[in-house]
């Protein structure tokens, strides 16, 4: 079946859901200069804060969703997962195959979207929340008919609030663990951190400050040198030196074991709600 591929300057984005995962992606893409504000659209019915964010930075709000498909090249629907199936099928018939389709709803899989929506043109995308400050780690997985090119098209959408990946559906359990509830785990690393700092005679913002900016800063250092963590945390622990004292704490308390065993137990978590 042919593809029509829109250019990116006529291209109109819709999103079913007036959240703030909708939110934080619609702002990527304006303030990106992705997309001008006019070319993207969602509905509101009855919140009226929400509808007041989404006018705040010149975003079509509609009053139903069927106008938001219509008007729509790409819809992505940004719902809670327990009501995708409802919000799908209401729109089923204005679904047609011109339109590509985009899910970041938690669990639900391609195979029971393409099957609400009678639509293969389908991408799952897993985003995480700091997609709000234009630094997500998002993954997609293609449905039956959606072509590479849908998906270079989704990757440059998501990759105005962050970075995206691609991955066979089957890792999404395992990605949920790792990026999807991996910010919980670097928040409370920052916190025990920060805690540490004023254990140590630190005020307390000054080790909150110097602990969030560490970590982001390590991060940074893993992403933009392309070296290995393990090859960094040597080139900062010298012999004998205060870095390989807290190191040698942190391998007592099992740390890597323990994030370990978190990402693991997440996951097989989300696999346990997938199959329920």
């Known amino acids: ?6 250019p990116m300057e006529y291209l109109s984005v819709g999103f079913i859901g007036a959240g703030k995962m909708a939110e934080s992606i619609a702002r990527g893409m304006v303030a990106s200069g992705l997309l001008p504000p006019h070319h993207i659209s969602t509905a509101v019915h ?7 964010v989404f006018q705040s930075f010149g975003v079509n709000v509609f009053s139903s969703n069927e106008e938001v498909v219509e008007e729509s090249d790409v819809v992505i629907f940004s719902v809670k997962p327990q009501v995708v199936k409802k919000a799908i099928t209401e729109l089923r018939s204005k679904l047609t195959k011109d339109k590509l389709l985009v899910s970041v709803a938690a669990g639900i899989t391609l195979k029971d979207l393409q099957e609400w929506s009678g639509h293969d043109r389908f991408i799952r995308v897993m ?5 709000a400050v234009g630094e997500g780690a998002s993954v997609m997985s ?4 959606a072509t590479e090119e849908d998906g270079a098209l989704v990757a440059k959408l998501f990759g105005s609030v962050g970075k995206m990946f691609k991955a066979d559906e089957k890792m999404f359990d395992a990605v949920t663990g790792l990026s999807g509830s991996g910010p919980a785990y670097v928040f409370l690393a920052i916190e025990a951190l920060a805690d540490g700092g004023v254990a140590a005679g630190l005020p307390r913002e000054l080790a909150l400050g110097l602990a969030s900016q560490t970590v982001l800063g390590a991060a940074t250092m893993v992403s933009k040198t392309g070296k290995h963590p393990g090859v960094l945390k040597d080139d900062v622990t010298s012999p004998g030196g205060t870095t390989i004292a807290g190191v ?4 007592k308390g099992s740390f890597r ?7 693991v137990a997440a996951a097989n978590r989300s696999r346990e709600l997938s199959q329920s």
């Open 1 to 6: 079946m042919e593809k029509h591929q829109i």
């Open 46 to 52: 009855s919140n009226l804060s929400r509808h007041e």
């Open 127 to 131: 985003p995480n929340t700091p997609a």
């Open 142 to 145: 293609l449905g039956t008919a």
């Open 248 to 251: 040698h704490e942190l391998e």
């Open 257 to 263: 074991a323990t994030l370990m065993n978190a990402v």
